[in-house]
């Protein structure tokens, strides 16, 4: 198993910038494939970005694509978003997850951190 602790979020103006941070527990991070998720008030949580074990691959929603990248690092167990041009739409509660499987897309997710707030003023 693994625990997953987000970190970063916070208050920004619309076109300003932030980092997500997610630290995973465990000596096997190396083996999942890690993603982003978002849910804003009154709406499902939805993808924003996953990245395969070796950071090779990536898989963006078009909603963020050219503004958002994910990126990891296996020595640190730790997996990023960095988010650019930020709008008001990004507004979201943003959690990580985790899903032990080389395959990649993993096509779904066993572990979720407990989020962090990000809010866009406009």
């Known amino acids: 198993q693994v625990q997953l602790v987000e970190s970063g979020g916070g208050l920004v103006q619309a076109g300003g910038s932030l980092r997500l941070s997610c630290a995973a527990s465990?000596?096997?991070?190396?083996?999942?494939?890690m993603g982003w998720f978002r849910q804003a008030p009154g709406k499902e949580r939805e993808f924003v970005a996953e990245?395969?074990?070796?950071?090779?691959?990536?898989n963006y929603a078009d909603s963020v694509k050219g503004r958002f990248t994910i990126s990891r690092d296996n020595a640190k167990n730790t997996v990023y978003l960095q988010m650019n041009s930020l709008k008001p739409d990004d507004t979201a509660v943003y959690y990580c997850?985790?899903?032990?499987?080389?395959?990649?897309?993993?096509?779904?997710?066993?572990?979720w951190g407990q989020g962090t707030q990000v809010t866009v003023s406009s």
């Open positions: 465990g000596r096997t991070f190396s083996s999942y494939s």
């Open positions: 990245i395969s074990w070796s950071g090779g691959s990536t």
């Open positions: 997850a985790a899903e032990q499987n080389r395959h990649f897309p993993p096509g779904g997710y066993d572990y």
